[in-house]
T-cell receptor, first 109, second 114 residues
């Protein structure tokens, strides 16, 4: 299976705190992407980091990538209740996107 | 707005009765995907089309078929749904060019098998 793994599986924090989730993957990559999924909905692309990048920022999102360890992390700063969702990392092999197991984030108001 | 649209949002089918889920896109993307997502699990790629070329994942059951009559539409056919096929089915698209492309998802169809 090309599926990656994420940890933690579930994370519950207070509004205003930072949330960090980690992803490990198995294959060589050109880029790694993070997606968000609200309950019962489709996935929405958040951010992409290329294999030659180590860190990338977008608003309250910070992504790091360590290709030697085949791992990535997503940091959401100053979390809000609206950030409550599942977050998935994804790698692309050829035309195919393969998703990690996901982290379910709950932000308590 | 350009988007990926899945119909219906909710589908109930009987055990063993063929069912078809549909997906349309206005993005004019080359590649279309079907994913199966069970509760609290990752989306699992079933197959994808690059234009009209069909690419099946090795572990996709034969019970699942797909058709792409044109660029805009793609269908998922489940020939004989079993209780284990109850899931959210997600359609997605992407451009072919370059490695820095993202996937655009529809809102999904939740399939219930009774």
């Amino acid at each position: 299976s090309q599926q990656g793994e994420e940890d933690p599986q579930a994370l519950s924090i207070q509004e205003g705190e930072n949330a960090t989730m980690n992803c490990s993957y198995k294959t060589s990559i050109n880029n790694l992407q993070w997606y968000r999924q609200n309950s019962g909905r489709g996935l929405v692309h958040l951010i992409l980091i290329r294999s030659n990048e180590r860190e990338k920022h977008s608003g309250r999102l910070r992504v790091t990538l360590d290709t030697s360890k085949k791992s990535s992390s997503l940091l959401i700063t100053a979390s809000r209740a609206a950030d409550t969702a599942s977050y998935f990392c994804a790698t692309k092999t050829g035309n195919q996107f393969y998703f990690g197991t996901g982290t379910s984030l709950t932000v308590i108001p | 707005d350009a988007m990926v649209i899945q119909n219906p949002r909710y589908q109930v089918t009987q055990f063993g009765k063929p069912v078809t889920l549909s997906c349309s896109q206005t993005l004019n993307h080359n590649v279309m995907y079907w994913y199966q997502q069970k509760s609290s699990q990752a989306p699992k790629l079933l197959f994808h089309y690059y234009d009209k070329d069909f690419n099946n994942e090795a572990d996709t059951p034969d019970n699942f078929q797909s058709r792409r009559p044109n660029t805009s539409f793609c269908f998922l056919d489940i020939r004989s749904p079993g209780l284990g096929d109850a899931a959210m089915y997600l359609c997605a698209t992407s451009r072919l060019t370059g490695s820095g492309t993202e996937a655009f998802f529809g809102q999904g169809t939740r399939l219930t098998v009774v």
